[in-house]
């Protein structure tokens, strides 16, 4: 679910309005994009072994939770939210 809420967003950036929402929709869409970035980030700061082993500093996996959510708060930003 939180990638459907995070594509449509990313579609609407800049134009939140032409998809008719609403005060509480944007709020609704800023929460739901909030809360998806800190479960995202929460989950990355559970370093494993593979974490442990990246020259990276991260596996892939947890690689990727850090990008979603930094996603998440770029679409959160285009819309006018600070999450
Ligand atoms: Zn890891």
Redesign the pocket.
Known sequence: MCGVVGGWVTRAAGKPRALGLTPKDRRTILAALADSAESRENSAGA??D??ARAAAG??D??AADLDAAAEYRAAAARIGGDI
Do not use: D, E, P, V
């Open positions: 370093w494993c593979g974490c991260a596996c996996r947890h």
